[in-house]
Nanobody, 126 residues
């Protein structure tokens, strides 16, 4: 059974950092594009970042320079390092996987990802 499990969310003050993890089981993550999406209350799901098996990555403009996506194929895990967090980063963060050679971080195309985790809450507040 293919499964993605996110962890690492929590409450952090503005300017702080968190590292989210997305661990896969039941399949080898290496061949998949892995993306992070987020959804805040009352808002549409938003694409945050995506990484390919080659290590190539892309980010939505609002997180460029603050977030870094990486993958450890030996651990079958993808990470999202989030620095300089802002209150507007508050959301439930989801990782998603799709067997494809290119990345999509458009929230409107989130349905193209077949596999999703359950989400982890990130709250940025003083």
């Amino acid at each position: 059974q293919l499964q993605l499990v996110e962890s690492g969310g929590g409450l952090v003050q503005p300017g702080g950092s968190l590292r989210l993890s997305c661990a896969a089981s039941g399949f080898t993550m290496h061949y998949y594009a892995i993306a992070w999406f987020r959804q805040a209350p009352g808002k549409e799901r938003e694409g945050v970042s995506c990484i390919l098996s080659s290590g190539g990555s892309t980010y939505t403009d609002s997180v460029k320079g603050r977030f870094t996506i990486s993958r450890d194929n030996a651990k079958n895990t993808v990470y999202l390092q989030m620095n300089s967090l802002k209150p507007e980063d508050t959301a439930v963060y989801y990782c998603a996987a799709e067997l494809r050679p290119f990345c999509v971080v458009d929230g409107a195309r989130a349905h193209e990802y077949d596999y999703w985790g359950q989400g982890t809450q990130v709250t940025v507040s003083s």
